[in-house]
């Protein structure tokens, strides 16, 4: 019985896998090496690799990713530390993720209406006589909004990796002598690292690919590969670059998770 339930398992699960990930890829990288005429090339690649413009965006797209995800880790960690010494963890843990719930067009449309130039923050400003201020289509207004999306899908793991961690070991190094300080570098921060690295993951991967919020948010000051891919697809319809395009940001991500990945368990 359990043999039969496992291959119903495998089948359904090894279907799915191929159907909706494995298929996809697939075409992704037959789209990506098709110069149209039916013939397979590497036209697509030299294009991105020669052009300046889409390496720019493939520095941007790291580059805000990486500051968008030490943002959210210099929040997160110290949000999830102290969550993770209180009394209801469950009922604070359920505000850090009622955010998610929310469609992310919404949240971003929310966002809008705040730091609009009539917004609710320009609002304050003004009432505080420090005038109105060109808040949304800039670098920091992004940031802010995708570090803000962002920000449950760090506190989640590392949350989740503290609360792993024995209270006993704690106590034993403070009995041995160590500060508090001393006790959180020397064994509360290793000990948490799988979930720093597991939110890093979760944070950065898809900061990389963001399109929406540097559309609606950065106004196309920001050019990341994702506004590229979309651009592609969806307005010049020239498929077989924006799937190089993705292919790239593919293998990107598949660094980062290779550089993030929990060492101890390889």
């Known amino acids: 019985m359990k043999t039969r339930i496992s291959w119903t398992y495998l089948i359904f699960y090894g279907g799915w896998l191929l159907l909706f990930v494995i298929a996809p890829l697939l075409l992704l990288l037959w789209q990506s090496l098709n110069t149209g005429s039916g013939h397979l090339s590497l036209d697509n690649y030299g294009q991105f690799f020669t052009s300046g413009l889409y390496l720019t965006m493939a520095f941007n797209s790291v580059w805000y990713a990486f500051l968008i995800t030490l943002v959210t880790l210099l929040i997160s960690y110290p949000t999830a530390y102290f969550i993770s ?11 850090v993720i009622l955010p998610t719930w929310i469609n992310l067009l919404l949240k971003t449309y929310a966002f809008i209406g705040l730091l609009s ?4 923050v320009n609002s304050l400003l003004a009432g505080l006589g420090l005038g109105s201020h060109q808040l949304l289509f800039t670098n920091w207004s992004f940031m802010l909004v995708a570090a803000y999306i962002e920000i449950p899908f760090m506190i989640l793991p590392i949350f989740n990796a503290l609360t792993e961690i024995d209270p006993l070991l704690s106590r034993a190094s403070q009995d041995l002598g160590a500060s508090k300080w001393q006790t959180w570098r020397k064994v509360t921060l290793p000990l948490s690292m799988p979930g720093v690295k597991a939110g890093i993951q979760a944070v ?10 540097t559309r609606l948010i950065g106004g196309n000051r920001v050019i990341t590969l994702g506004t590229a891919i979309e651009e592609h697809f969806l307005v010049t319809q020239n498929w077989g670059l924006g799937s190089t395009i993705g292919m790239i940001l593919i293998f990107a991500m598949v660094i980062a998770m290779i550089l993030t990945r929990d060492r101890r368990k390889s």
């Open 204 to 213: 950065f991967i898809p900061s990389l690919s963001l399109f929406m919020v």
């Open 85 to 95: 010494q209180l009394k209801h963890q469950q009922f604070w843990l359920l505000l």
């Open 117 to 120: 130039h009539n917004g609710v």
